[in-house]
C-alpha cells in the first residue's frame, strides 16, 4: 500500500473457486497503479498486486494447478501517476512491467494519441515481449509509413502444471477514434484471415480469448462464432474489458466471459475445472472421465490488503514479497517526484458521477455546467459574445470525494489533452438544438460511426436503467424472498455482522454471488451525453448568433448535429479557443475558489 492509503476495513467474504487452470485478469486500470488513495476498498496498490500474485503462484504450485495473469488494455489516461509527467508515463510503464503478466493487449487508451500509441509499440510489447498479442492492430512505422502487427497475432503454449494446451488472442473492439500511427482492423474481417483461419483449427484444450472488448459485444460474438464453427466444443474463456464494469458470460456450457471492472476496483479471478492437459494426477484423470464438461467459475475480488490477506491465508509479515515491496516504494517515489499530492484546493463535498441524481446538488456534471464552464471558457478576444460551451460527460472520469482536491485529482477527474474549440457566429435557432440532439440521438447518429453513447461515461454502455433506493429495496425483498446469502448478513444485528460497506452488489449470468466482499449496495443514476452551459447570454431575448465552444473530442458529433439542423459547417470552420487542457482549466478553477486548506 502506499504511505496515505487508507486501511482496509474488515467485511464478510467469499473464497475463491479453484480449478485446474486459474486466471488473475486485471482491465481498465488507467494509469490506477497507486490503488485509491481515498477508499479503503480499493487501497491495495501494484506492488501488492505483485505480491498477490506471486503468492498464489506459490499456492498453485503446491496445489499442482496452473494460474495465469492477463490485462485487457485501457492502462493508461486517468491518473496522475501516467497523466501528471511531460512526456506521459515517464515513471508509469516501469511500474507495469514489474507484474508477470501472461497474455496481455491494447485499449482504445493506448491509441487515441500519436504519442501513446508509439509508446506502446516502444516500451509495452518489448516489455511483455512474446506475451503482449495483437490479433487485429497494425502500428504504422514512422520510418518506412508501413504497417506491420503491433505485437504478434496470437500465442500458443503449453501450461506449467498441469500441461494444459492453451491457445490465446488478444482484439480490440472495433474502435475507430485511433491517431493516425495505428490501423484497428475490424474483428469481422481478421477472422477471415488465413493464419486465423489456420489457428482456430488447432488442437488445443483451451482458446483463450482477451480483447479490449465488451463480453456481449458483437465482436466477440463473431469470433465465438467462428471458433464454433470449427471446434463445436473446445472450451473457450474469454476476458473483457472497456465498458469498465463487473461482468459474467456463459456463451455455451463450454465458453465463458469475465470482465474484472476498472480502475483497479477490481481484480477478476476465473477457475476451470476439468480441463484437458497432459500432466494430471492418476485419480483426477478418472473423475475426469466421468465428467462430460469442465465447470467454470469467477470471483470479483476487491483490491485490499484484507481480501489479499484473507485469500492467501497471509497476514502483514507473511504477505507481502520482497518485489512487491520494490513495487510499492517505486510508486510512492514516482508519486514524489511527480509532486501529486500537491494540493490546489479542498473540495467542500463529494461530487458524484453516477451515485447522485443529474441535475442535483451533489452531481459532477452539474457542478462541471453551473460552476465550472461559465467561468473557464474565456476567450478575450471573443469576450462579451452570446456562447452555448458544450461538454460530453465521458470527458470527466471519477467521483470527486469531500477533502483535499491535488494534482493527482485534476486527472482522476480529467485525464484528457482535450481543449476547447469554437465554430463563431452560429445562429442561435440551429446552436440552441444541438444538446438535444446530441442526448437523444436518433437517426442522424445510428447510421454513422458516431454513436452518442460514446460521448457519455462508459459505465453507462452496460448499465441501462437506473438503480435507485427503491429498486434496491424491491431487490433486497426479492433476495430475502428467494433466500439470497446477503440476507441474513444484512439483517444481523453488528456484533455478529460488521456494517457493510458500500460497493459492488453485483448481478450477472453467473448470479449474484460474484463479488468476493459482501457490501450494501449503491445507486446509479444515468447521466445525459453532453451538458451545456450558455455564457453572456442577454438578460432579455435570445441572441441572434451564438459562439459554439465545445471539447475537441465531440467534433465529429457537433458537425454532424449542425447538418442535421441545416447549417453547413465543416472542420475548416472550427478554430481553437483556449490554449490551456480542460485538466488545466479546472486546476485554476479550484486555486480559484477552493484554495482554502482542508
Ligand atoms: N479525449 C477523450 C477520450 C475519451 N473520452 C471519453 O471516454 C470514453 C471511452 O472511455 P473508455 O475508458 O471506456 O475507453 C469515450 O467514449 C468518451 O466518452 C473523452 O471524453 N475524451
Known amino acids: 500500500e502506499q504511505p496515505s492509503a487508507p486501511n482496509p476495513v474488515a467485511a464478510p467474504m467469499r473464497s475463491l473457486p479453484w480449478g485446474d487452470l486459474n486466471f488473475l485478469q486485471t482491465t481498465d486500470t488507467h494509469g490506477w497503479q497507486a490503488g485509491h488513495l481515498q477508499e479503503a476498498q480499493y487501497s491495495a496498490d501494484w506492488g501488492d498486486y505483485i505480491s498477490f500474485a506471486e503468492r498464489m503462484r506459490e499456492k498453485a504450485d503446491t496445489m499442482g494447478v496452473d494460474l495465469l495473469l492477463v490485462d485487457t488494455g485501457d492502462r493508461i489516461e486517468g491518473n496522475g501517476l501516467y497523466d501528471g509527467s511531460t512526456p506521459k508515463g ?127 459485444g458483437p465482436e466477440y460474438k463473431a469470433l465465438y462464432d467462428a471458433i464454433r464453427g470449427q471446434k463445436w466444443d473446445t472450451p473457450i474463456q474469454f476476458f473483457g474489458g472497456h465498458s469498465h464494469i463487473r461482468n459474467y458470460a456463459k456463451y455455451d456450457s463450454n465458453a465463458h466471459g469475465l470482465q474484472a471492472g476498472r ?17 494430471k494426477v492418476e485419480e483426477e484423470s478418472r473423475e475426469l472421465k466421468t465428467r462430460s464438461t469442465p465447470t467454470f467459475k469467477r470471483r470479483y475480488i476487491d483490491n485490499n490488503l484484507f481480501g489479499y490477506h484473507y485469500h492467501t491465508g497471509l497476514n502483514d509479515t507473511t504477505f507481502p514479497t520482497e518485489h ?19 494540493t490546489f484546493g479542498c473540495a467542500p463535498k463529494d461530487l458524484w458521477m453516477s451515485r447522485a441524481k443529474y441535475p442535483s446538488s451533489d452531481s459532477l456534471f452539474s ?30 472520469r471519477f467521483d470527486v470525494f469531500k477533502g483535499a482536491f491535488t494534482k493527482d485529482t485534476t486527472f482522476i477527474i480529467s485525464p484528457f489533452v482535450s481543449k476547447f474549440l469554437v ?59 428467494s433466500q439470497q446469502e446477503q440476507i441474513p448478513l444484512i439483517s444481523r444485528s453488528e456484533k455478529d455482522s460488521p456494517d457493510l460497506i458500500p460497493g459492488y452488489t453485483t448481478k450477472d449470468e453467473g448470479g ?32 441572434e448568433n451564438v459562439d459554439l465552444v465545445f471539447v475537441d473530442f465531440i467534433q465529429p458529433w457537433i458537425l454532424m448535429a449542425l447538418q442535421f439542423k441545416g447549417e453547413k459547417y465543416g472542420k475548416q470552420d472550427v478554430q481553437s479557443y483556449t490554449n490551456s487542457t480542460l485538466t488545466e482549466l479546472l486546476a485554476g478553477w479550484i486555486k480559484d475558489n477552493w484554495s482554502h486548506d482542508c
Open 90 to 216: 515517464e515513471y508509469f510503464y516501469d511500474i507495469m512491467k514489474e507484474q508477470h503478466i501472461d497474455v496481455i493487449c491494447t485499449g482504445n487508451h493506448e491509441l487515441y494519441q500519436a504519442d501513446a500509441a508509439a509508446r506502446e509499440y516502444d516500451i509495452t510489447v518489448p516489455n511483455f515481449s512474446g506475451r503482449y498479442l495483437a490479433s487485429n492492430l497494425d502500428y504504422i512505422n514512422p520510418e518506412t509509413g508501413k504497417p506491420v502487427p503491433m505485437a504478434q497475432r496470437y500465442r500458443k503454449f503449453t501450461t506449467k502444471n498441469r500441461g494444459i494446451r492453451v491457445l490465446a488472442f488478444g482484439f480490440l473492439f472495433d474502435f475507430t477514434g485511433n491517431a493516425n500511427n495505428t490501423v484497428v482492423q475490424p474483428v469481422e474481417q481478421t477472422i477471415k484471415e488465413d493464419w486465423f483461419q489456420e489457428a482456430i483449427r488447432e488442437d488445443v484444450d483451451l482458446f483463450l480469448i482477451i480483447g479490449h472488448v465488451t463480453l456481449r
Open 263 to 279: 480502475y483497479m476496483e477490481t481484480i477478476g479471478w476465473m477457475s476451470i475445472k476439468g480441463l484437458g492437459g497432459s500432466k
Open 324 to 342: 512487491g515491496k520494490n513495487v510499492s516504494a517505486m510508486i510512492n517515489d514516482a508519486r514524489k517526484e511527480l509532486k501529486l499530492d500537491h
Open 367 to 396: 457542478w462541471l455546467e453551473k460552476e465550472v464552464l461559465p467561468v473557464v471558457v474565456v476567450n478575450e478576444e471573443r469576450k462579451g459574445v452570446p456562447t452555448l460551451a458544450l461538454a460530453n460527460t465521458g470527458t470527466l
Open 423 to 481: 465554430i463563431k457566429d452560429v445562429p442561435y435557432k440551429s446552436a440552441k438544438g444541438i444538446l438535444d440532439l446530441l442526448n437523444n440521438g436518433g437517426p442522424v447518429f445510428e447510421t454513422s460511426d458516431f454513436h452518442t453513447s460514446q460521448l457519455a461515461p462508459p459505465e453507462q454502455l452496460s448499465v441501462l436503467e437506473d438503480i435507485t433506493p427503491a429498486t434496491l429495496a424491491q431487490d433486497h425483498f426479492d433476495a430475502f424472498k
Open 512 to 543: 449474484s454471488d460474484g463479488d468476493d466482499t459482501i457490501h450494501s449496495p449503491i445507486t446509479f443514476y444515468r447521466v445525459p451525453n453532453c451538458v451545456q452551459a450558455p455564457i453572456s447570454f442577454p438578460a432579455e431575448g435570445d441572441p
